[in-house]
């Protein structure tokens, strides 16, 4: 697959971005910062799930399937906090508008139409610009002269990745983009980058957990309380339970 021209993504970010805001418009205030993803998610009717994904490739972000009666959002523990916000909006995407299905790689992200759309789509709701905007102008920032330090501070407050932080500022103010640039020297998947990005991270008391992988494994009690909560008041069969407690069960094998 051939990357995609800067030319084809603004197409996409412009096609993206009312679906994203009217989404965002319907559970949360423009003037808002989602704190909690993993909490919007579940509140929105998905039914989240994380767990380190199994063998070496970390490059797997997520994926969703329907398991009746749940929209499932897998999410990859295996990556840094800031990267699973993401990703459980960019599962999101495919669930609320109906486009792409199956797993989700960072790097389709580049050369995947719809996958980049639900990379934007995850963006605004995270990111919305009045937020970023305001945020830049508020704290006087130089956006030619961005230091590390700077981007770090706002990924924290956006709780965002440091490299989903600055694609978005870019995104917003392309005319610094050979500027801003270089400030991905930090952002990369080698031992030392990734040692030079906490320093800088524990230099502004950030979240070394927006830096790193959690790898915790999660499945909400939420799922289970439902199921015994209807099985008592007699809404469903003791069958329908035992197999709505065999989708926790089937979900990996669909991967």
Not at 115 to 129: G, Q
Not at 133 to 153: A, M, R, W
Not at 206 to 219: E, P, R, S, W
Request: glycine letters at 4%.
């Amino acid at each position: 697959m051939k990357k995609l021209t800067d030319d084809t993504k603004m197409k996409l970010y412009e096609e993206v971005r009312p679906i994203a805001l009217d989404y965002r418009d319907s559970f949360i205030s423009r003037d808002e910062v989602i704190k909690d993803t993993f909490k919007a998610i579940e509140q929105l009717g998905f039914l989240l799930l994380r767990f380190p994904a199994v063998g070496e490739n970390t490059s797997l972000s997520g994926f969703t399937i329907y398991k009746y009666p749940y929209h499932c959002i897998y999410v990859n523990s295996r990556q840094n906090l800031g990267r699973q916000y993401l990703s459980c909006w960019h599962e999101c995407y495919h669930i609320h508008t109906g486009e792409g299905s199956g797993i989700s790689y960072t790097e389709s992200v580049m050369e995947d139409p719809c996958e980049y759309k639900a990379n934007v789509f995850a963006s605004i709701i995270l990111m919305p610009e009045n937020l970023v905007k305001g945020y830049i102008e508020s704290h006087k920032l130089s956006l030619p002269y961005l230091k590390y330090e700077d981007i770090i501070q706002m990924q924290i407050f956006f709780n965002v990745g440091y490299s989903a932080m600055l694609t978005r500022i870019i995104q917003l103010y392309p005319q610094y983009k050979k500027n801003l640039q270089n400030r991905y020297a930090i952002a990369g998947k080698s031992e030392k980058q990734r040692k030079l990005l906490e320093e800088k991270t524990r230099s502004v008391n950030g979240n070394l957990q927006l830096v790193n992988a959690t790898n915790d494994i999660y499945i909400p009690d939420s799922f289970y309380e439902d199921i015994m909560f209807n099985l008592k008041k007699k809404r469903i069969s003791k069958e329908k339970a035992f197999e709505l407690l065999k989708v926790m069960d089937g979900l990996t094998d669909d991967l």
